[in-house]
Nanobody
Framework: VQLQASGGGLVQAGGSLRLSCVASGRPFTSYAMGWFRQAPGKEREFVAR????????NYADSVKGRFAISRDNAKNTVYLQMNSLESEDTAVYYCAEGTNYYDLATKPDYWGQGTQVTVSS
C-alpha cells in the first residue's frame, strides 16, 4: 500500500489549504481513511476520519467546524479541506488507511509520508 500526500505549504492565519492523499495497492473503496498531524515536540494526533463509503465522518474537537474530510473513490483520493487556519495547526500532516473505521483513530493499518503545513500568525 502506498499513500501519497500533497498540498501542504505556508499560509497566513485565517487562510485555507486543501490536502490530498492518493492511495494505491489495495481496493480504496473498502477502507476507511484518515488524517493525523504531528507538531514539533508533540506526539502524532488524530485529526479526522471518513468511512469507506464516505457516509460517516469524525473530527478532533480542535478542528471541528474548520476542517472537512472527503473522499473521491473514483480517484482513490482523500482530501482534507482546512479553513480558518491557526498557528496551532502548524504540523506535518499524515494520511492513513485502515480496515476498521472505528479503530482508525488509534490503529491505522498504513501511513503515508507527511506533508508540512505551516501557518504564520
Amino acid at each position: 500500500v502506498q499513500l501519497q500526500a500533497s498540498g501542504g505549504g505556508l499560509v497566513q492565519a485565517g487562510g485555507s489549504l486543501r490536502l490530498s492523499c492518493v492511495a494505491s495497492g489495495r481496493p480504496f473503496t473498502s477502507y476507511a481513511m484518515g488524517w493525523f498531524r504531528q507538531a514539533p515536540g508533540k506526539e502524532r494526533e488524530f485529526v479526522a476520519r471518513i468511512s469507506a463509503s464516505g457516509n460517516i465522518r469524525n473530527y478532533a474537537d480542535s478542528v471541528k467546524g474548520r476542517f472537512a474530510i472527503s473522499r473521491d473513490n473514483a480517484k482513490n483520493t482523500v482530501y482534507l479541506q482546512m479553513n480558518s487556519l491557526e498557528s496551532e495547526d502548524t504540523a506535518v500532516y499524515y494520511c492513513a488507511e485502515g480496515t476498521n473505521y472505528y479503530d482508525l483513530a488509534t490503529k491505522p493499518d498504513y501511513w503515508g509520508q507527511g506533508t508540512q503545513v505551516t501557518v504564520s500568525s
